[in-house]
């Protein structure tokens, strides 16, 4: 059990490049004491996903496994466990099974969250494909025409400049 606890803990510690995943905003100091207590922050971690929608990024670790009951849960059987107390033993069963529910129910919200990002990705995946087939209809003119048009423009160029040198010769 203390072994589980110690991973409970190192969990809640867990750190991915340079910052705890767990700790809220706090994101450079462990947000878990050895002793398995939290000393991290409460807010939650957002951003946003498009112009209207923001959305929880991580748990907290206080959301994970304090809230839970998950590190009191395990301490508790610890101490039941080392002091041979069968009554205490399974009083703490419960807890443990409430604390697997709400893990479960934290899980879930992962879930939901995924999802969001997804159908997010696909609306941004949407939009990008709308947005290039737009742009490739604006700039993608046949190269027969784009030649006739810069025939064009450059016969209506050497027109204007002609004139304006018959102009500049008649008043001098």
Do not use: C, W
């Amino acid at each position: 059990v203390q072994s589980l606890l110690a991973q409970a803990i190192s969990l809640g510690n867990l750190k991915i490049g340079d910052q705890y995943v767990f700790g809220g905003t706090e994101t450079g100091t462990p947000p878990f004491q050895a002793d398995g207590t939290y000393v991290g922050d409460t807010t939650v971690r957002q951003t946003q996903v498009d112009d209207s929608t923001t959305m929880n990024t991580t748990h907290t670790g206080a959301q994970l496994l304090v809230d839970t009951g998950v590190i009191q849960s395990l301490k508790t059987l610890a101490t039941a466990m080392n002091s041979n107390d069968a009554a205490g033993i399974r009083g703490v069963i419960t807890n443990i099974d409430s604390a697997f529910d709400q893990t479960q129910t934290n899980l879930a919200e992962v879930g939901a969250n995924t999802n969001q990002l997804d159908a997010a990705g696909t609306n941004f995946d949407s939009r990008t494909a709308s947005l290039t087939a737009q742009r490739s209809a604006l700039a993608e003119i046949p190269l027969e025409e784009a030649s006739l048009h810069l025939a064009t423009v450059q016969n209506a160029l050497q027109a204007g400049l002609l004139a304006t040198s018959r102009i500049l010769n008649t008043n001098l």
